[in-house]
């Protein structure tokens, strides 16, 4: 059974940064597609950035372009999510998903993720 464990939440004030981890507990000699989602609360769960597998094609929310950076080190089978210049608007509950099975991928859909995290806090203070 794949596990993913989301670290790096926590808050901070507008402007500052954070680094999400998301350690995939077994060791795979697949590279897989990793995402980010988030959701606040009354909101959809929202693709916020995705690493394809393969082509190392990515996207990005609208909201987050030119703010946060998704990158993976398969040598850790970890990915990482780097939000800088975080806002109120990106308090949400951040979940790691793993292994992209098909379907849009401009933006992605939460239900073609095989594999999701149990999600970690980003609360953004004015």
């Known amino acids: 059974q794949v596990q993913l464990v989301e670290s790096g939440g926590g808050s901070v004030q507008t402007g500052g940064s954070l680094r999400l981890s998301c350690a995939v507990s077994t060791y795979t000699d697949r590279i897989v597609s990793m995402a980010w989602f988030r959701q606040a609360p009354g909101k959809e769960r929202e693709g916020v950035a995705v690493i394809y597998a393969g082509t190392h094609s990515t996207y990005y929310a609208d909201s987050v372009k030119g703010r946060f950076t998704i990158s993976q080190d398969n040598a850790k089978n970890t990915a990482y999510l780097q939000m800088n210049s975080l806002k109120p608007e990106d308090t949400a509950m951040y979940y790691c998903?793993?292994?992209?099975?098909?379907?849009?991928?401009?933006?992605?859909?939460?239900?073609?993720?095989?594999?999701w995290g149990q999600g970690t806090q980003v609360t953004v203070s004015s």
């Open positions: 998903a793993a292994e992209w099975t098909g379907g849009s991928r401009y933006p992605p859909e939460a239900n073609a993720f095989r594999y």
